[in-house]
Nanobody, 122 residues
Framework: QLQVEESGGGLVQPGGSLRLSCAASGFTLNTYAIGWFRQGPGKEREGVACISISGSIIDYADSVKGRFTISRDNAKNTVYLQMNILKPEDTAVYYC???????????????WGQGTQVTVSS
């Protein structure tokens, strides 16, 4: 079964930081473009960031530009999402997935994991 696994979520105060990790089970992540998505309470799932296979092409949602950084370590078969200056509105379940394009607004994901909860609260 092809699946990704997210980790690194937790409870953090506003202004804090977290780093999420995305690993693969059953396949090699470093042959795919990867995207991060999130779904907040009562909201639809939205794209947050995406990265090409080589890491040379990256896109972010406007709401996270300047605060979040997506990166990948193909030697470790892992993609990361560094989240800084977190805000309460960043509270969501965060998912990574293989995506079909490097455009946050139109990327479509597959091989979903269970997600990791990020809660930003004082």
């Amino acid at each position: 079964q092809l699946q990704v696994e997210e980790s690194g979520g937790g409870l953090v105060q506003p202004g804090g930081s977290l780093r999420l990790s995305c690993a693969a089970s059953g396949f090699t992540l470093n042959t795919y473009a990867i995207g991060w998505f999130r779904q907040g309470p009562g909201k639809e799932r939205e794209g947050v960031a995406c990265i090409s296979i080589s890491g040379s092409i990256i896109d972010y949602a406007d709401s996270v530009k300047g605060r979040f950084t997506i990166s990948r370590d193909n030697a470790k078969n892992t993609v990361y999402l560094q989240m800084n200056i977190l805000k309460p509105e960043d509270t969501a379940v965060y998912y990574c997935a293989v995506v079909n394009r490097i455009t946050v607004s139109t990327m479509v994901g597959r091989y979903w994991g269970q997600g990791t909860q990020v809660t930003v609260s004082s």
